[in-house]
C-alpha cells in the first residue's frame, strides 16, 4: 500500500507569494513533526532529494541564469519581492592569479611540498588500526593509529530512469 506524502495545515502563504525565512522555518518543523507523527518518512526522504536535484539544475541552468540576470538588469540590478527576498545581480567565483609574484610562488611550493608530505603521514597512520602503535622503521618513530570520526546519517542516489 502507498504511503502519500503528509499534507500540512499550515497557515503560511501559498509558494506564489514566496516564503521568508521564519515561514520556511516554520514549514520544516510542521513537516518533521507530521512525520514524527504520522511517519513516511522515506517518502519525505526522497521527496526532498527529487526537490534538491531539480533546484539544482534549474540554478545551474545557464539559460535560467541569463534570463533572470537581463530581468534584473531591466531593474537596475536587484529587485525586491512581495514576500520580501533581494534578488540582485552579482559576480561570483570571482579568482587571483598571484603566480607572477616571486615571494607568492615560493610560499606556494612549499605548502605544496608540506601538503604531499602530510598526505604521505596520514595514508601511513590509517593503515593502522585506532589506537594500535608501530614503530617506523625508517625513522623509528612511534607512531599511533589515528581515532576516526564519523557521522551516522543517510544517503538517497536517486534512479536516473
Request: glycine share 6%.
Amino acid at each position: 500500500m502507498a504511503k502519500h506524502l503528509p499534507q500540512l495545515k499550515s497557515s503560511l502563504p501559498s509558494i506564489q507569494e514566496g516564503l521568508n525565512k521564519r515561514q520556511i522555518t516554520a514549514l520544516s518543523n510542521e513537516l518533521v513533526e507530521t512525520v514524527l507523527e504520522e511517519g513516511n518518512a522515506i517518502q519525505v526522504a526522497e521527496a526532498m532529494a527529487a526537490m534538491e536535484e531539480f533546484v539544482q539544475r534549474v540554478r545551474k541552468d545557464e539559460r535560467f541564469v541569463d534570463f533572470l540576470r537581463d530581468e534584473l538588469l531591466k531593474h537596475n540590478g536587484r529587485m525586491l519581492t512581495a514576500s520580501g527576498a533581494k534578488i540582485e545581480v552579482c559576480e561570483a567565483g570571482v579568482s587571483y592569479d598571484y603566480s607572477q609574484d616571486p615571494g607568492w610562488s615560493s610560499v606556494d611550493a612549499q605548502l605544496k611540498e608540506l601538503t604531499q608530505q602530510k598526505k604521505a603521514i596520514e595514508e601511513t597512520l590509517r593503515k593502522l588500526a585506532p589506537g594500535r602503535m608501530a614503530v617506523d622503521p625508517e625513522t623509528g618513530e612511534v607512531l599511533e593509529g589515528p581515532t576516526k570520526k564519523s557521522k551516522s546519517t543517510y544517503r538517497i542516489t536517486l534512479a536516473k530512469s
